[in-house]
């Protein structure tokens, strides 16, 4: 056993010998050693079950009591957090909001993905989730499977758009793109005003679809972009390309409606 | 056009009564909204390089809204005697920015730097998710203001370079 499981498994016994809840405050030290371990392994293994550790849902606010997996149906309770089913007697479980998009279709946290393995992936969470498939099990399991169902389908819509794809990811590193703030970037503004000026005139759809290539071909652009700034850490930059993407996909809509 | 046929057939309005617009439906737009739709005021645009004409050019990156606002002054009075908008947006957008130019109209300067985004909120009954939208329209004004108040700097220094250089 390496020194991560060791951790692990020390931390895990000390919780389940004092399950009260003065021990959130001590463990975050050994949490922050445990999370950078995390991150190591999940960066090796592609696998989407692979090592959850408990560490990640140490820091969930929602209470020791969720500090480890507990099924509700076998009472099986283990370090590791299900996604859906309990490893032990296979149930489905309610929905944990700890899990992100990106966990769900075992993908790595960054923007570029690989489409194939998102709609196989969504194709077999669906199989085993959708309401009209899980008739024979319980009605929590339905229940609980309609919720599942529906988290795995937002998931997917979110990450299949880049546009999407971009502010979900940089809400998971806590940045905010979609405030509410007036800017007045008159360079921006100026072009913008010219672009739906320029749909609005437009009479054909030759035009329009011409118009269209050239929008798309900007919003690969700025794509472009975005996943550089945001790979450096440029967050202002990110928020700018991300801007201007929703003028040109607001754009593309215009245009879409018109034809 | 959409939004037009749309509404229409929500409120089932062919001409324009008052309809009780809270009937449960929250995605009725009031129908004040709707007439600034239905009879926009003030379309269209100045010359921007008219030295009496200020405009603001504001966008809203949430919901990729762009709008234009542009006031036509008297330089002699300082007051606002026409103004023109072009807004591509929703409807609540459309008519934040078609209340605006109204409203400025005929006022001092100094005075439609108070129109508060609220003001025009209530006048279209704005359910709280288009708030910004009214926000936008306050911006835009300020923006048509500090843009004049820019050119008129800009062409005073220019006129008091020439005198100084002829004298």
């Known amino acids: 056993m390496n020194k991560a499981t060791k951790l692990v498994v020390s931390i895990s016994t000390l919780f389940r010998q004092t399950r009260s809840s003065t021990f959130r405050c001590n463990p975050i030290p050994t949490i922050a050693i445990i999370n950078s371990q995390t991150h190591l392994r999940r960066r090796e293994s592609l696998e989407p079950n692979g090592l959850r550790f408990a560490g ?120 905010n793109v979609n405030e509410e703030d007036t800017i007045t970037d008159p360079a921006l503004l100026m072009e913008i005003m010219e672009l739906r000026e320029a749909i609005a005139e437009a009479n054909d759809s030759n035009e329009l679809n011409q118009i269209r290539s050239q929008v798309q071909e900007k919003l690969k652009q700025w794509s472009d972009s975005f996943v550089k700034a945001f790979e450096s850490q440029r967050f202002d930059e990110a928020v700018k390309c991300i801007q201007r993407m929703t003028y040109y996909e607001r754009a593309c809509e215009e245009i879409v409606k018109k034809l | 056009m959409m939004l037009r046929q749309a509404a229409k057939k929500a409120l089932g309005l062919t001409s324009r009564q008052s309809t009780p617009w809270s009937v449960g439906i929250s995605r009725l737009y009031h129908e004040n909204v709707i007439d600034h739709y239905d009879n926009p005021r003030n379309v269209g645009s100045f010359d921007k390089n008219d030295p009496t004409v200020g405009t603001g050019l504001v966008g809203a990156p949430a919901c990729g809204d762009v709008m234009k606002l542009q006031i036509k002054v008297d330089e002699k009075t300082g007051q606002i005697t026409d103004a023109r908008f072009k807004t591509f947006g929703c409807g609540s957008a459309i008519a934040s920015s078609s209340v605006a130019t109204e409203w400025v109209k005929g006022k001092a300067m100094e005075e439609v730097l108070t129109i508060k985004n609220t003001q025009i909120a209530k006048h279209l009954s704005l359910p709280p998710v288009k708030l910004h939208c009214s926000m936008l329209a306050e911006d835009a004004i300020k923006a048509a203001v500090k843009d004049y108040k820019e050119k008129r700097v800009k062409t005073n220094g220019a006129a008091a370079a020439g005198e100084t250089t002829q004298a």
């Open chain 1, 56 to 175: 990640r849902v140490f820091c969930s606010e929602s209470g020791v009591k969720r500090s480890f997996f507990k099924c509700w149906n076998c009472g099986f309770s283990s370090e590791k957090v299900a996604f859906l089913f309990c490893d032990s007697c296979r149930s489905i479980q309610p929905v944990d909001d700890s899990v992100d998009y990106f966990q769900i279709f075992g993908l790595e946290k960054k923007y570029e993905i690989d489409d194939g393995i998102l709609e196989g992936k969504y194709k077999d969470w669906q199989k085993k989730l959708h309401p009209d498939l899980v008739h024979n099990k319980s009605k929590k399991e339905r229940d609980y499977a309609a919720e599942q169902s529906a988290k795995v389908t937002e998931a997917c819509r979110t990450l299949t758009k880049r546009l999407s794809r971009a502010m979900y990811i940089m809400k998971l590193n806590g940045i």
